[in-house]
């Protein structure tokens, strides 16, 4: 199997949480990167809590593969989807909070997720998820500015 | 470094050498900043570029990169920009695509950095399950 297969069937049972199979598919020294979480995540029981913890939040119900670039080594998705937090429901930025307007019950997010294989087994995955801001949020922190 | 390596654009960038920035472009190139739902085409890119740098987030030269891999026509860059005053550090990850020897689209994710006690209390968390 290419990159671009094992990266689509490695997608698939992760949204589909079929985690016995999805486990065959991972390095032992597995690394799980998210930036703006330090440290990093390693090793294969680590990641798979990890992503167990979170299947049903990182992958709503309206989650979009936007684009998927491979090749032997390399695979980069690109999602759109619809949720209440990040992705992987790791920790979010302090003033995302209800009061502050940021975060509101559902969200446009817009995620990467680069993976890393050789050998067939998934050495690293790095994942970044953005918010996508309402226009009103747009105009009053960015385009204002210029 | 290879030719579709993107370290010299940000050196470009740094520089503020925009028309050097403006040769690696093609023409019908696409600048998408996911965060603000909104995308450039090339002019308004060399616009958004030059007047930030130069004006509104001089500190938005000040970055650090810290990853770059490259497959096919593609280009991946993962980078960390120090904010202004006390605000956190931001990471960035920017696909590019390229066409021939110029980048035709760059889309641009972005999030800030989370204060490390957090992240290592939920890190911590699945150690303790």
């Known amino acids: 199997m290419t990159a671009t297969e094992l990266s689509k069937k490695l997608m698939q049972l992760w949204q589909m949480a079929e985690w016995d199979s999805l486990e065959e598919f991972l390095s032992e020294d597995i690394e799980l990167i998210i930036l703006g979480i330090d440290p990093c995540i390693t090793g294969k029981n680590n990641v798979l809590k990890v992503l167990k913890s979170a299947a049903k939040t990182s992958f709503s119900y309206d989650t979009k593969i936007n684009k998927l670039l491979a090749d032997e080594n390399y695979a980069v998705f690109q999602l759109d989807s619809n949720r209440p937090t990040s992705f992987l429901k790791s920790p979010i930025p302090k003033n995302w909070s209800k009061e502050d307007g940021i975060l509101r019950e559902i969200n446009f997010f817009k995620t990467a997720i680069l993976l890393e294989w050789n050998s067939k087994k998934l050495l690293k995955i790095t994942t970044i998820d953005t918010i996508v801001h309402p226009p009103e949020h747009v105009t009053e922190n960015f385009i204002s500015q210029y | ?129």
């Open chain 2, 1 to 129: 470094m290879s030719d579709r390596s993107l370290l010299t654009f940000f050196d470009h960038f740094k520089n503020l050498e925009w028309q050097m920035i403006d040769d690696m472009l093609e023409e019908n190139f696409k600048y998408e900043l996911h965060w603000s739902g909104m995308t450039f085409d090339k002019n308004d890119f060399l616009t958004l570029v030059k007047v930030t740098a130069e004006e509104v987030q001089p500190w938005s030269t000040n970055f650090e990169i810290l990853n770059e891999v490259q497959f096919g026509n593609v280009t991946v860059i993962q980078l960390v920009k120090q904010g202004p005053d006390k605000e956190p550090p931001t990471f960035e990850l920017m696909i590019s695509e390229w066409v021939g020897s110029k980048v035709k689209r760059m889309s641009v994710y972005h999030c800030q950095k989370i204060d490390t006690e957090v992240s290592n209390e939920w890190i911590e968390s699945f150690r303790k399950d």
